[in-house]
């Protein structure tokens, strides 16, 4: 299994608009960071979480042209607005499976009513279908089994996932035990870290180091970073062992 990290930033992405932070001038290429997003590799299927505003140059930049499934872990703007741009897939490769929690999935059929339009009409629409997902209850895409971890950000549940021993968790403020232990034995485990000091909707670093000290991974990549965080290079003088800031354009292999 590869996984390809699209995106490693905060929802304005780095460089931010309008901040003037000295990592937004970092001539360090792993310090620009598109919006979160990641694609797995597996099976000859690309499976996408997350569809960020960045997604068409995410995968221009990747060199990757199919999707096989859009897992969604929830409705905010930074995770879900490139859902436009899987026109190009639709249309050579057919309808997308879309996975979301019935709430969400709801949204973006509002949102983007087209998309979700099996009438035939405008033929210019991408296409994709809902696939509801419950908590508590794994999904399969083919042979394989996903389990939903269920968490909260701020006050909005979030869904991050597992596959196998991997599990991606983006967007992460608390989590009930029993969620927690969905974790446990992981040979790679993907987690948001927004920034060094406390935030409302998100574990910062040392919030993030703790979970990783109750989960033990193998190996944990941290994501969805804001400017706050300072440079990836200093950064990582923070990191125990095992433990690395992911950046735009990383591939890792998990077995």
């Known amino acids: 299994m590869k996984i390809t990290f699209l995106g490693t930033g905060t929802s304005t992405g780095i460089p931010t608009i309008g901040i003037d932070r000295p990592v937004c001038k970092s001539e360090d290429t792993r310090d620009v960071r598109l919006r979160s997003s990641i694609l797995i590799n597996i099976n000859q299927k690309n499976i996408l979480i997350d569809c960020s505003p960045d997604f068409r ?133 993907v987690l948001n870290a927004l920034r060094h000091k406390e935030h409302y909707s998100h574990i910062n670093l040392n919030q993030a180091l703790k979970i990783i000290e109750i989960l033990k991974p193998k190996t944990t990549y941290l994501t969805h970073i804001a400017p706050d965080m300072g440079f990836h290079v200093e950064t990582e003088k923070f990191l125990p062992k095992n433990v690395y800031l992911a950046y735009d354009g990383l591939q890792i292999e998990v077995d």
Request: glycine share 6%; proline share 3%.
């Open 57 to 189: 140059q995410q995968m221009l930049e990747n060199n990757f042209s199919k999707i096989d499934a859009i897992l969604i872990t929830h409705e905010h703007s930074d995770h879900t607005a490139g859902l436009d741009d899987v026109r190009p897939i639709s249309f050579k490769y057919g309808k997308i499976p879309l996975f979301g929690k019935k709430r969400v999935l709801k949204k973006l059929e509002k949102r983007f009513d087209y998309l979700f339009d099996y009438s035939g009409g405008y033929t210019g629409s991408p296409h994709v279908y809902s696939n509801n997902i419950k908590k508590n209850t794994d999904f399969k895409i083919d042979d394989l089994v996903f389990k939903p971890i269920s968490y909260m950000h701020h006050k909005l549940q979030v869904f991050g996932y597992r596959l196998f021993n991997f599990a991606y968790i983006t967007d992460l403020k608390t989590i009930k035990d029993k969620e927690l232990e969905k974790l446990m034995n992981l040979d790679c485990l």
